[in-house]
């Protein structure tokens, strides 16, 4: 991903008539904010998973499904009966042409995500061992984000300041839809009254509320949670004031490597819009990347730490799990990433809404951990003595996948697409409304229908349906 994206933005870039040398600089400034990234994602799991093993082993629970991680799950989704291979060039014909007649606002050019649609199309091909089947449910998948990633588009630009960026991704997108309903719920009880941004949180503690002093507390916590069995032990000592820092480091440090990557992300995606603009005024786009761009926010990463100890004790107690918890602990702030906007980066209601959202996700993952490792040795990946391997957050416990690989054949299609094409109508009918709840202001959400929803749009399908809106933005009053 960190030399084949920018690449294809370098590409892109010059087809939208970008100055050669911006372009380079920013394609380049792309990968090496890839690059950190992953090292400090890398740092996170390192630490992580042998801490997690360590909790479940001093309770005496046995689980047998081991989470392999995300990195497992996508080579495997590579490797099952060449669906990747087709998933690549299928996916981006479809794109274009539901681009073109006005299906989507989005171009997804993150083609190594494409691995999601490969994942979930081989997890279905292992029940059903049918290939034409499995590639139109991989390619579902596929609408469903697209759709998605038109829906939170306009949030996501208000609150992460992405000019024309849309996050067109396999995990965040799922479980950010689900959380929508969870959140609401949740703000109807007192918690929805306690103010939890980073900034509260700061104010409340003082130094201590600094995102280093949380990671530091938290890297404690689970340190001495896993080595609760030897505290007396010097080296337990160690390994729990490595936990520590190595949790306040990527609290610090995730947010610098974000923002190279936003460096040269955003001069880009000025230009393309001013592009687009200039000469399609009644035609709307974004370009879809990767939820890495967001993992940055602090209430992103605070989320994702605090979430760790609950997700492993919720792996001990919940009855019927088979979840051991190990890599995918890393995995969290793609998890997160999409909720922000929706829950104005309220920690809170983030970890509240995750929590909820992990209790369906450890029985999803453990009921596809036997279809997964089949479909690993379908691929040729070595289990390494594994009886049973899972990646409980990308994407083996994803709401996506408990719909399209564990409902039976073809109702998990149809099931799909009917979700697909309720919010792709709800967007048209009500889009005022839909942009305020997927968690952008009314200001952003009117004009977002403006520039979207007036006009005859540049494609086949109209970009409104029902009662029509008129170009002043006052058509939010009248079709919400």
């Not at 969290?332 to 990433?337: C, G």
Request: proline content about 6%; glycine content about 10%; charged content about 10%.
């Amino acid at each position: 991903m960190s030399v084949l994206l920018p690449i294809i933005i370098f590409l892109i870039a010059l087809a939208f008539r970008v100055d050669v040398l911006k372009a380079a600089r920013s394609s380049i400034l792309i990968g090496i904010g890839f690059i950190g990234i992953n090292l400090v994602i890398g740092l996170f799991s390192e630490n992580i998973s042998p801490l997690a093993q360590q909790m479940v082993e001093v309770t005496g629970v046995t689980l047998p499904a081991v989470d392999v991680g995300w990195p497992a799950a996508a080579a495997i989704a590579f490797g099952i009966a060449e669906l990747g291979v087709w998933m690549i060039p299928l996916f981006v014909v479809m794109n274009l042409v539901l681009f073109a007649i006005g299906f989507t606002y989005t171009l997804n050019v993150d083609i190594w995500n494409y691995w999601h649609f490969a994942f979930i199309g081989g997890l279905v091909y292992m029940s059903t061992n049918n290939w034409l089947y499995s590639v139109a449910v991989g390619l579902t998948l596929g609408l469903f984000v697209l759709v998605a990633a038109d829906w939170t588009q306009p949030a996501v630009e208000e609150t992460f300041d992405t000019p024309g960026i849309s996050i067109p991704h396999g995990t965040s997108a799922p479980y950010a839809v689900a959380a929508i309903p969870i959140h609401w719920a949740v703000d109807k009880t007192p918690l929805g009254n306690i103010e939890a941004d980073p900034d509260a949180i700061q104010d409340r503690f003082g130094i201590l509320g600094e995102p280093i002093f949380v990671g530091l507390a938290i890297g404690l916590v689970i340190g001495i949670a896993a080595y609760s069995n030897a505290l007396f032990v010097a080296e337990s000592w160690y390994a729990i004031l490595t936990a520590g820092i190595s949790f306040a480091a990527v609290m610090h440090i995730l947010p610098m490597m974000v923002g190279i990557l936003m460096e040269g992300l955003t001069p880009l995606s000025e230009s393309i819009r001013n592009y687009m603009t200039s000469r399609f005024e009644d035609r709307d786009m974004a370009i879809g990347l990767d939820s890495a761009i967001l993992i940055g926010h602090e209430s992103v990463i605070a989320s994702s730490l605090l979430i760790v100890p609950i997700a492993i004790v919720m792996s001990i107690i919940l009855p019927g799990n088979d979840v051991l918890w190990g890599i995918d602990l890393a995995t969290f702030p793609f998890f997160f990433a999409l909720m922000v906007p929706i829950m104005n980066g309220n920690i809170v209601k983030m970890v509240v809404t995750g929590t909820i959202l992990l209790v369906p996700l450890h029985y999803i993952s453990s009921a596809v951990a036997p279809l997964l490792t089949q479909a690993a040795g379908s691929a040729g990946f070595d289990l390494g003595g594994r009886g049973l391997i899972t990646s409980p957050v990308a994407d083996a416990g994803s709401p996506a996948t408990g719909i399209l690989a564990l409902i039976p054949a073809p109702v998990a299609l149809a099931v799909g697409l009917v979700v697909v094409l309720g919010i792709w109508v709800a967007l048209r009918m009500w889009p005022q409304r839909m942009y305020m709840v997927a968690g952008a202001s009314e200001e952003k959400a009117r004009e977002t229908v403006e520039r979207r929803h007036t006009g005859k749009g540049g494609g086949l399908l109209p970009n409104k349906l029902g009662s029509t809106v008129d170009a002043s933005g006052a058509e939010g009053r009248s079709d919400d």
